[in-house]
C-alpha cells in the first residue's frame, strides 16, 4: 500500500512564501508524474502544478511565475514552493501522484489528505 503525506502548510501574510512537501512511503516502483492540487472552498479540486518524471514542469495560469513544483529523485519526495501568495490562494492543497507499484501493471493514483495554506491580506 502505497501513503502520500503533505507537510508545510499554515497561515502567511500576503506577498509571503510556503513550502509544501510531499512524502510517498510504501513499495514503490517507479512515480509516473507528481502534481499538486487545491481546493477552494465550495468548488471542485483543480491541478495547479505537474512533473513528469525525466520531463518538464506545467502549471495553471494562476499560478504560473509564483509557484514552482521540484523533486530531488524520481521518487520523491516532491515540493510546491510557493512564492508572492495572494488570498485568492487559500484553499486546501492535495498532493497526488501516478505510482507504480510491484504488483500494479500501470501507475494508479494515489492522493494525499490535504493541507490548508490560509493566505491573509
Known amino acids: 500500500q502505497v501513503e502520500l503525506m503533505e507537510s508545510g502548510g499554515g497561515s502567511v501574510q500576503s506577498g509571503g512564501s510556503l513550502k509544501l512537501s510531499c512524502t510517498a512511503s510504501g513499495r514503490i516502483r517507479s512515480i509516473f508524474t507528481m502534481s499538486w492540487y487545491r481546493q477552494f472552498a465550495g468548488k471542485e479540486r483543480e491541478m495547479i502544478a505537474a512533473l513528469v518524471t525525466g520531463g518538464s514542469a506545467h502549471y495553471h495560469n494562476s499560478v504560473e511565475g509564483r509557484f514552482t513544483i521540484l523533486s530531488d529523485t524520481d521518487r520523491g519526495p516532491w515540493y510546491l514552493q510557493m512564492d508572492n501568495l495572494r488570498p485568492e490562494d487559500t484553499a486546501v492543497y492535495t498532493c497526488?501522484?501516478?505510482?507504480?507499484?510491484?504488483?500494479?501493471?500501470?501507475?494508479?493514483?494515489?492522493w494525499g489528505k490535504g493541507t490548508l495554506v490560509n493566505v491573509s491580506a
Open positions: 497526488h501522484g501516478a505510482i507504480m507499484t510491484p504488483t500494479s501493471l500501470v501507475g494508479l493514483d494515489y
